[in-house]
């Protein structure tokens, strides 16, 4: 396995239950890729390389190569970018060679691994560079595959953008369907304090919400769904006692202007749930 540590991740075994599936292991006649077994030679070589058909932004490598390296631990495997460069189309990223049916099992689920982080990464960069401030962070969402998001957020991070809370447990976000219950922005966000949360964002969709919900405590100021003369408002009246986010309708046509509205953040969650896939290929040559 290569060297790549996430907090929380733990890459052997992604790398394990992704081959297993794609394998099989388990299922009646399962377990064995059967079209390399029953064509490629045990002993045949390949060397292999990685490419590019778009300009996008890298995200992946080691771990694609931690598939590579599963099924052939003396694969010889070179770097030819890294995770967070941006390459114009026809790049080369990664050139391999070894045992030719490891390289043909490993196949697929490495360039899954990389195609999706990478569309991830590249959107990323075109929402930081469509947002054009330098003051404002990018942050990403919970909107995540089950059991990829820190793998997501990573990608996200390759792409020049931040990362919201990880998940239920770093931060309290209070949103509507809490007010409902609590009764109140300022009895919800109160609630919170009294649990000895640290962090605590209060999502708020009208100025006359502000207050209340600084006075109870609220760290954080997410303001959803509001137009740039809105938010112009809403960080007035917050007056820098918290940092402010704007979130809900934002695209690579709105990022600009809500972003120059003096916010701290913007969060979109599309960069994450609907990025597309990059066009990365791989293609063999016999050893």
Request: hydrophobic share 40%; proline share 5%; glycine share 10%.
């Amino acid at each position: 396995m290569t060297d790549f540590l996430l907090t929380g991740f733990d890459l052997e075994r992604f790398v394990r239950e992704t081959l297993a599936e794609d394998l099989g292991e388990g299922l009646p006649g399962g377990g064995h890729d059967v079209t390399s077994e029953s064509v490629i030679p045990a002993s045949a070589r390949f060397s292999g390389v990685m490419d590019s058909r778009d300009a996008i932004v890298v995200a992946g490598l080691p771990i694609a190569e931690a598939f590579f390296r599963a099924l052939d631990p003396d694969m010889e495997i070179e770097h030819l970018v890294h995770d967070g460069d941006e390459v114009p189309p026809g790049t080369d990223l990664m050139r391999l060679s070894g045992n030719a049916r490891a390289m043909l099992t490993a196949e697929r689920s490495a360039l899954n691994t990389v195609q999706h982080l990478s569309g991830i990464a590249t959107m990323v960069r075109e929402y930081v560079d469509a947002m054009d401030n330098p003051d404002c962070t990018l942050l990403d969402t919970r909107k995540t595959i089950p059991g990829l998001r820190t793998l997501e957020k990573y990608a996200v991070r390759m792409g020049g953008g931040s990362n919201h809370r990880m998940g239920l447990w770093d931060a309290a976000m209070i949103k509507d369907n809490h007010v409902l219950v609590a009764g109140s922005v300022g009895e919800a966000v109160r609630r919170a304090v009294e649990a000895g949360v640290k962090e605590i964002i209060c999502e708020v969709d009208r100025l006359d919400q502000i207050e209340p919900a600084l006075q109870a405590g609220a760290t954080r100021l997410l303001l959803d769904n509001m137009e740039p003369e809105t938010l112009r408002q809403a960080v007035c009246i917050v007056a820098g006692r918290v940092p402010t986010e704007a979130s809900g309708g934002i695209n690579l046509q709105t990022i600009n202007a809500k972003a120059a509205t003096g916010v701290d953040y913007v969060s979109v969650g599309r960069l994450t749930q609907s990025a597309p896939a990059a066009d990365i290929g791989l293609d063999f040559t016999p050893l």
